[in-house]
Nanobody, 121 residues
Framework: QVQLVESGGGLVQPGGSLRLSCVAS????????MSWYRQVPGKERELVAR????????DYANSVKGRFTISRDNAKNTVYLQMNSLKPEDTAVYYC??????????????WGQGTQVTVSS
Protein backbone atom coordinates (compact mmCIF):
# COMPACT_ATOMS: atom_id res chain seq x y z
CA GLN A 1 0.00 0.00 0.00
CA VAL A 2 1.04 3.61 -0.46
CA GLN A 3 3.11 5.08 2.34
CA LEU A 4 4.60 8.55 2.72
CA VAL A 5 6.87 9.02 5.72
CA GLU A 6 7.99 12.58 6.52
CA SER A 7 10.97 13.53 8.65
CA GLY A 8 13.14 16.53 9.39
CA GLY A 9 10.75 18.74 11.28
CA GLY A 10 11.62 20.38 14.56
CA LEU A 11 12.25 23.63 16.38
CA VAL A 12 14.37 26.27 14.65
CA GLN A 13 15.09 29.94 15.31
CA PRO A 14 13.88 32.63 12.92
CA GLY A 15 16.25 32.92 10.00
CA GLY A 16 17.28 29.31 10.30
CA SER A 17 16.92 26.38 7.92
CA LEU A 18 15.40 22.93 7.89
CA ARG A 19 15.17 20.22 5.27
CA LEU A 20 12.11 18.01 5.25
CA SER A 21 12.28 14.58 3.64
CA CYS A 22 9.48 12.28 2.52
CA VAL A 23 10.23 8.67 1.69
CA ALA A 24 7.61 7.04 -0.51
CA SER A 25 6.73 3.40 -0.99
CA UNK A 26 3.98 1.26 -2.46
CA UNK A 27 3.91 2.89 -5.89
CA UNK A 28 6.26 3.72 -8.77
CA UNK A 29 7.54 6.99 -7.38
CA UNK A 30 9.05 8.36 -10.60
CA UNK A 31 5.66 8.33 -12.32
CA UNK A 32 3.90 10.74 -9.98
CA UNK A 33 4.04 14.40 -9.13
CA MET A 34 4.49 15.25 -5.47
CA SER A 35 3.78 18.24 -3.28
CA TRP A 36 4.06 19.68 0.21
CA TYR A 37 1.22 21.29 2.14
CA ARG A 38 1.11 22.85 5.58
CA GLN A 39 -1.58 23.48 8.14
CA VAL A 40 -1.92 25.64 11.20
CA PRO A 41 -4.62 24.65 13.74
CA GLY A 42 -7.87 26.37 12.90
CA LYS A 43 -6.83 27.22 9.35
CA GLU A 44 -7.16 25.45 6.01
CA ARG A 45 -4.31 23.44 4.61
CA GLU A 46 -2.10 25.54 2.35
CA LEU A 47 -0.21 24.34 -0.72
CA VAL A 48 3.47 25.15 -0.17
CA ALA A 49 5.22 23.65 -3.20
CA ARG A 50 4.62 21.08 -5.92
CA UNK A 51 6.82 19.22 -8.35
CA UNK A 52 6.28 17.22 -11.52
CA UNK A 53 7.20 13.56 -11.72
CA UNK A 54 10.48 14.22 -13.51
CA UNK A 55 11.41 17.06 -11.21
CA UNK A 56 11.51 19.66 -13.99
CA UNK A 57 8.40 21.73 -13.27
CA UNK A 58 7.98 23.38 -9.87
CA ASP A 59 5.49 25.73 -8.34
CA TYR A 60 5.52 27.59 -5.03
CA ALA A 61 3.17 29.55 -2.83
CA ASN A 62 3.96 33.26 -2.98
CA SER A 63 4.66 33.21 0.75
CA VAL A 64 7.64 30.86 0.34
CA LYS A 65 9.06 31.82 -3.07
CA GLY A 66 12.78 32.48 -2.89
CA ARG A 67 13.07 30.77 0.50
CA PHE A 68 11.88 27.19 -0.04
CA THR A 69 13.01 24.67 -2.65
CA ILE A 70 11.23 21.44 -3.54
CA SER A 71 13.25 18.64 -5.12
CA ARG A 72 13.18 14.90 -5.57
CA ASP A 73 15.51 11.94 -5.95
CA ASN A 74 13.67 9.29 -7.92
CA ALA A 75 16.41 6.75 -7.25
CA LYS A 76 15.74 7.11 -3.52
CA ASN A 77 11.96 7.48 -3.74
CA THR A 78 12.30 10.69 -1.79
CA VAL A 79 10.98 14.23 -2.10
CA TYR A 80 12.55 17.10 -0.17
CA LEU A 81 11.60 20.54 0.99
CA GLN A 82 14.56 22.79 1.76
CA MET A 83 13.38 25.68 3.91
CA ASN A 84 15.65 28.69 4.40
CA SER A 85 15.17 32.05 6.08
CA LEU A 86 12.40 30.60 8.18
CA LYS A 87 9.87 32.91 9.79
CA PRO A 88 7.53 32.38 12.74
CA GLU A 89 4.61 32.33 10.30
CA ASP A 90 6.10 29.19 8.71
CA THR A 91 5.20 27.31 11.89
CA ALA A 92 2.82 24.51 10.91
CA VAL A 93 2.45 20.80 10.37
CA TYR A 94 3.93 19.99 6.97
CA TYR A 95 2.43 17.19 4.87
CA CYS A 96 3.93 15.31 1.98
CA UNK A 97 1.39 14.42 -0.69
CA UNK A 98 1.24 12.25 -3.78
CA UNK A 99 -0.63 13.35 -6.88
CA UNK A 100 -2.43 10.93 -9.18
CA UNK A 101 -0.43 11.73 -12.33
CA UNK A 102 2.80 13.17 -13.69
CA UNK A 103 1.70 16.81 -13.60
CA UNK A 104 1.64 18.94 -10.50
CA UNK A 105 -1.84 20.02 -11.58
CA UNK A 106 -3.12 16.49 -10.98
CA UNK A 107 -5.21 16.01 -7.88
CA UNK A 108 -3.76 14.87 -4.57
CA UNK A 109 -4.71 11.28 -3.81
CA UNK A 110 -2.63 10.45 -0.74
CA TRP A 111 -1.34 12.30 2.32
CA GLY A 112 1.46 11.58 4.73
CA GLN A 113 1.04 11.88 8.49
CA GLY A 114 2.80 15.21 8.74
CA THR A 115 5.81 16.63 10.56
CA GLN A 116 5.76 19.61 12.89
CA VAL A 117 7.89 22.66 12.10
CA THR A 118 8.13 25.34 14.77
CA VAL A 119 9.96 28.60 14.14
CA SER A 120 10.54 30.44 17.39
CA SER A 121 13.25 32.17 19.37
Amino acid sequence: QVQLVESGGGLVQPGGSLRLSCVASGFIFSRYAMSWYRQVPGKERELVARLSSGGIYRDYANSVKGRFTISRDNAKNTVYLQMNSLKPEDTAVYYCTKRDGTSYYDRVDFWGQGTQVTVSS
